[in-house]
């Protein structure tokens, strides 16, 4: 059985900085994209990144583009997102997902953690 295991939200203020892990186990991690969705209150959720299989190819919403850096440890098996100069619009439950491929549909998905930036 897949797990995804999110962990690093918190409080920060705006400017700050956080940097999130997700810890995968249950099937071969360096197989599969691993991403970062998003939900703040009262929205839908939306995507943040994704990275390849490869680490070769990453995306990023326009939203955070510049700002947020998401990278692999296949030996690991963790997925980290470095969230640089947060502003309070990144608030939100930060859920870590996987799948075959970046765009592609998300099989797993963890449980989430709280991101809250204060102004």
């Known amino acids: 059985q897949v797990q995804l295991v999110e962990s690093g939200g918190g409080l920060v203020q705006a400017g700050g900085s956080l940097r999130l892990s997700c810890a995968a186990s249950?099937?071969?991690?360096?197989?599969?994209?691993m991403a970062w969705s998003r939900q703040a209150p009262g929205k839908e959720r939306e995507g943040v990144s994704c990275?390849?299989?490869?680490?070769?190819?990453?995306y990023y919403s326009d939203s955070v583009k510049g700002r947020f850096t998401i990278s692999r440890d296949n030996a690991k098996n963790t997925v980290y997102l470095q969230m640089n100069s947060l502003k309070s619009e990144d608030t939100a439950v930060y859920y870590c997902?996987?799948?075959?491929?970046?765009?592609?549909?998300?099989?797993?998905w963890g449980q989430g953690t709280q991101v809250t930036v204060s102004s």
């Open positions: 997902a996987t799948g075959w491929r970046c765009n592609g549909p998300i099989d797993y």
């Open positions: 990275i390849s299989s490869s680490d070769i190819t990453t």
């Open positions: 249950g099937r071969t991690f360096s197989t599969y994209a």
